[in-house]
């Protein structure tokens, strides 16, 4: 399995952007999916995180209320909708899955390659 992910791009402080991680050839083998970011100079971040059934999902606080996490298992897609995005949400952004219910970095063992969110103020 590949984790491709996709939809970053530049936006305003306040724009909002949505990103996608498809799985390449086989259904998500994992049982969490996420998202994490990294920014230059920075170690890379949990930024949220569903389970295989969907019912839970987990988010840093520092994008509650801003970020929403969906997946469509029929499509083997998930999806980060980010609303409201600040300059300090710039970074790569990273799809990656783990075969246990967590938000460690470390256990996370399936990576997609970034795509890059910039933010301008």
């Known amino acids: 399995v590949q984790l491709q992910a996709s939809g970053g791009g530049l936006v305003q402080a306040g724009g909002s952007l949505t990103l996608s991680c498809a799985a390449a050839g086989r259904t998500f083998s994992r049982a969490t999916v996420g998202w994490f970011r990294q920014a230059p100079g920075k170690e890379r971040e949990f930024v949220a995180a569903i389970t295989w059934s969907g019912s839970r999902i987990y988010y840093a606080d520092s994008v509650k209320g801003r970020f929403s996490l969906s997946r469509d298992n029929a499509k083997n897609t998930m999806y980060l909708q980010m609303n409201s995005l600040k300059p300090e949400d710039t970074a790569v952004y990273y799809c990656?899955?783990?075969?246990?219910?967590?938000?460690?970095?470390?256990?996370?063992?399936?990576w997609g390659q970034g795509t890059q969110v910039t933010v301008s103020s």
């Open positions: 990656a899955g783990a075969r246990i219910n967590t938000i460690r970095v470390v256990d996370y063992d399936l």
